[in-house]
């Protein structure tokens, strides 16, 4: 399901998201080896600017003013931009029930600079953080995608690489791994693959001893092993019981539908 916060003062020279959509789905089909393919199933277009904590709300003033002078965004005690209220937005557009009765597999929000969307979160029994909090909620595992239409498919390929990156760690069980490459602190010796793999290509940010944001993420992406795709695409087929990942990727490699 596309959710397209389109206000009447974003600029027209910005990109359409009916426009990213289709580019977005090829270069995934790409990345991973024909694995991930979406179809947008429903699409609602709103012309509303997403609530933020404490009913904080920007219209087509004084987002135009932020934009123009960024002191004068929402921010909270600790000077961090206000994010948008996802448990609003999960009652106003009833992501329960869309995940529920199977309607959508995915979420994806587009929106402008300050509307305060998470590049990717999780919902559902279970909900872990992939680069946004978990947010549980009685239903299947979810991914929710903020997209920014002010930028290009790239960033959406790179929300999706730390979408991959966060789910593959859980599922590794390694988070802490992650953390310290992100944090350039010293890293003990890989205790798996993946942990291997993020030695060998670095991370969504950076390739290993290069520059912050210079990593090529739709090559990140496509270096991944093909039977590590089925988790980053569905969140709830994770193992975090070691010793049974060998036998559950076997079996997602020769079962995993395709969509």
Not at 214 to 238: G, S
Request: proline share 7%; net charge negative; hydrophobic share 35%.
């Amino acid at each position: 399901m596309v959710i397209n916060f389109r206000p009447a003062a974003i600029p027209a020279a910005w990109s359409q998201a009916d426009d990213l959509i289709p580019q977005y789905i090829e270069k995934m089909k790409e990345a991973s080896g024909n694995q991930l393919v979406y179809q947008v199933v429903k699409k609602l277009d709103t012309a509303t600017y997403p609530v933020l904590p404490g009913t904080r709300q920007y219209d087509d003033v004084s987002w135009a003013q932020v934009l123009q002078d960024d002191t004068q965004a929402y921010r909270d005690q600790n000077n961090q931009y206000l994010m948008a209220d996802y448990q609003r937005l999960i009652q106003e557009y009833d992501f329960r029930q869309v995940v529920q009765s199977r309607q959508a597999d995915e979420i994806w929000m587009f929106g402008g600079p300050y509307f305060g969307f998470y590049e990717s979160c999780m919902i559902g029994r279970g909900a872990f953080w992939c680069n946004g909090p978990g947010i549980k909620l009685d239903c299947s595992r979810c991914v929710v995608m903020g997209f920014n239409y002010q930028r290009s498919v790239r960033e959406m390929v790179h929300d999706y690489g730390h979408r991959a990156e966060r789910i593959l760690a859980k599922h590794f069980a390694s988070e802490t791994f992650v953390d310290k490459l992100y944090q350039l602190q010293p890293i003990p010796p890989p205790k798996n693959e993946f942990e291997q793999f993020l030695l060998e290509h670095g991370t969504v940010h950076r390739e290993p001893g290069g520059e912050e944001y210079k990593q090529d993420e739709f090559a990140w992406l496509k270096a991944m092993p093909p039977e590590w795709w089925p988790p980053t695409i569905d969140p709830n087929r994770v193992q975090t019981t070691p010793g049974w990942y060998e036998f559950l990727s076997n079996l997602f490699s020769r079962f995993w539908p395709r969509r």
